[in-house]
C-alpha cells in the first residue's frame, strides 16, 4: 500500500521559497510508469494541479506555474520535493503531493499540508 507524506514549513514570508517534500513508502519513485504529483487547493478555490516528476526524472510544470517551480527527488530517500520561488498571498493553499499510474490515473494522496504565505 503506497502512503504519502508531505512535510514543510506552514509559514512562508511573500518573495520567499516555499520547499515541501513528500517522503513515499510502500512503493520506490523509480517505479515504470509513476509520476509523482503536486498540487494544491487555494481556500475556497477547487484543486489546481502544479506539476509532477516521473519515475525516470523527468519533470512537467503548469504553465501557469512553470516559471517559478520546480520538482527535484532524492532517490536515497524515496521522496521528492517541490520548491515554488517569490511567493505570494496567492500561493496559500493547503499542497498535497500525489501518485499517478500511467495510464491508470490518480492512486494514493497524502493527506496535505497547510502553507499561509504572509509577513
Known amino acids: 500500500q503506497v502512503q504519502l507524506q508531505e512535510s514543510g514549513p506552514g509559514l512562508v514570508k511573500p518573495s520567499q521559497t516555499l520547499s515541501l517534500t513528500c517522503t513515499v513508502s510502500?512503493?520506490?519513485?523509480?517505479?515504470?510508469?509513476?509520476?509523482w504529483n503536486w498540487i494544491r487547493q487555494p481556500p475556497g478555490k477547487g484543486l489546481e494541479w502544479i506539476g509532477y516528476i516521473g519515475y525516470s526524472g523527468v519533470t512537467y510544470y503548469s504553465p501557469a506555474l512553470k516559471n517559478r517551480t520546480s520538482i527535484s527527488r532524492d532517490t536515497s530517500k524515496n521522496e521528492f520535493t517541490l520548491h515554488m520561488n517569490s511567493v505570494t498571498s496567492e500561493d496559500t493553499a493547503v499542497y498535497y503531493c500525489?501518485?499517478?499510474?500511467?495510464?491508470?490515473?490518480?492512486?494514493?494522496w497524502g493527506q496535505g499540508t497547510q502553507v499561509t504565505v504572509s509577513s
Open positions: 510502500g512503493d520506490s519513485i523509480r517505479t515504470n510508469s509513476m509520476y
Open positions: 500525489a501518485s499517478l499510474l500511467w495510464p491508470s490515473g490518480f492512486g494514493a
